[in-house]
């Protein structure tokens, strides 16, 4: 069983800056594929961006070029610094874990993750 521990959301003015940290406990950290979803009052889960095992990345195109994903395997964590933060950015910011066996998959689908953390509220003003 993988627990995931979501920090680092907060209020920020439009243009500005956060980083958002998902730390694992409980499985093998590089067993698992990364990804961060968000989710808006009456809206759908969204895909934001993942990181598979051997450290591919992949963004979706609303956020492509302002936001990026890391991971650090030493330290059971992943990263996803935001960037140029816009009003339709703002949202619960979710972690999951999506255990595959192969090192460059990732998963776009909340579907294809297998745990998730509680979610970190990302608030930007316009």
């Known amino acids: 069983q993988v627990q995931l521990v979501e920090s680092g959301g907060g209020l920020v003015q439009a243009g500005g800056s956060l980083r958002l940290s998902c730390a694992a406990s409980g499985g093998i950290f590089s067993s698992y594929a990364m990804g961060w979803f968000r989710q808006a009052p009456g809206k759908e889960r969204e895909f934001v961006a993942a990181?598979?095992?051997?450290?591919?990345?992949y963004y979706a195109d609303s956020v492509k070029g302002r936001f990026t994903i890391s991971r650090d395997n030493a330290k059971n964590t992943v990263y996803m610094k935001m960037d140029g933060l816009k009003a339709e950015d703002t949202a619960v910011y979710y972690c999951?874990?999506?255990?595959?066996?192969?090192?460059?998959?990732?998963?776009?689908?909340?579907?294809?993750?297998?745990?998730w953390g509680q979610g970190t509220q990302v608030t930007v003003s316009s």
């Open positions: 990181i598979s095992r051997s450290g591919m990345t």
């Open positions: 999951g874990a999506d255990r595959t066996y192969y090192s460059s998959a990732y998963g776009d689908r909340p579907g294809h993750y297998d745990y």
